[in-house]
């Protein structure tokens, strides 16, 4: 457990926010001209996992928000 806070928690959140806005911004400008044809069913599978995939490097940044290392 720390003893003295660090910049590292409200710097981490800013930047997850950042990413989040950026991939959001870049899943709803690029995907739908690929996938508007598609059938509902299939576009919602898709944007399901691409909903998923921002979670998957999740923990090793939290790891880091924390203690300072990547691992």
Not at 13 to 26: K, M, P, Q, R, T
Not at 43 to 53: A, K, P, R, S
């Amino acid at each position: 457990m720390r003893d003295q806070p660090t910049m590292r928690i409200p710097l981490g959140i800013l930047g997850l926010l950042a990413a989040l806005l950026a991939y959001g911004i870049a899943v709803a400008t690029f995907l739908p001209p690929l996938i508007g044809n598609w059938p509902t069913l299939l576009q919602t599978v898709v944007y399901v996992l691409l909903g998923l995939i921002w979670l998957l490097p999740l923990r090793r940044f939290l790891i880091w928000m924390e203690t300072g290392r990547w691992g």
